[in-house]
């Protein structure tokens, strides 16, 4: 079955710099791929999600990669603020239906002012 | 919309108790997932319904672990016996059918305690 690789599992940063996290996935048929952010003691959140017909997707500050050929894909983060401190969690779909999806481990943000 | 509802939000309860969580999904959605949240494992997929209907429950690490979907706005997982490891928090979500949607909509969670 799906498996989902993600790293850091934790990352610090100062306020105005990127961050970057990366998740690699094994089953080829996956085809959609989201993030979560979530925030102490509150559920994960959708941030932003990528289709594998897209290989890059902006929204304002944040913006993911995917790499088909080598089961990768990436969050990118800019300009970070110190509200963006939060676990990230990468998932892919489990089938081409999209229906379920695993989730990788997580990465710990923390933006210093 | 409500959003997802759980309940209960907390339950604390002595080992080999049974505990019923509660999921009522977005109207509309027709895909049901729970997930098992722990610092050691992260989100875990449990179970996942597609229209009422189990699909996958390969990730119900044991027998002690069902779930049920009687009909479209409701779902419940039970632990018989539960047991001090059995101790996280769960989450259910709903979706559209093939994430057309936006993906996952979480409910708020219930943090299980088993002492």
């Known amino acids: 079955g799906e498996n989902v690789e993600q790293h850091p599992s934790t990352l610090s940063v100062q306020e105005g710099d990127s961050a970057v996290i990366k998740c690699t996935y094994s089953?080829?048929?996956?085809?959609?791929f989201p993030w979560y952010k979530q925030e102490l003691g509150k559920r994960p959140q959708l941030i932003i999600d990528?289709?594998?017909?897209?290989g890059e997707k902006k929204d304002q500050r944040i913006a993911v990669t995917l790499n088909k050929t080598a089961k990768h894909f990436s969050l990118h983060i800019t300009e970070t603020q110190p509200e963006d401190s939060a676990v990230y969690f990468c998932?892919?779909?489990?089938?081409?239906?999209?229906?379920?999806?695993?989730f990788g481990k997580g990465t710990t943000l923390s933006v210093s002012s | 919309d409500a959003g997802v509802i759980q309940s209960p939000r907390h339950e604390v309860t002595e080992m080999g108790q049974e505990v019923t969580l509660r999921c009522k999904p977005i109207?509309?959605?027709?895909?049901l997932f729970w997930y098992r949240q722990t610092m050691m494992r992260g989100l875990e997929l449990l179970i996942y319904f597609n229209n009422n209907v189990p699909i996958d429950d390969s990730g119900m690490p044991e027998d002690r672990f069902s779930a049920k979907m009687p009909n479209a706005s409701f779902s419940t997982l039970k632990i018989q016996p539960s047991e001090p490891r059995d101790s996280a928090v769960y989450f259910c979500?709903?979706?559209?059918?093939?994430?057309?949607?936006?993906?996952?909509?979480f409910g708020s969670g219930t943090r299980l305690t088993v002492v």
């Open positions: 990528i289709r594998s017909n897209v």
């Open positions: 998932a892919a779909s489990v089938n081409q239906a999209g229906t379920a999806l695993i």
């Open positions: 089953d080829s048929a996956s085809n959609y």
């Open positions: 979500a709903s979706s559209l059918p093939g994430q057309g949607a936006g993906g996952y909509t």
């Open positions: 109207s509309g959605h027709n895909s």
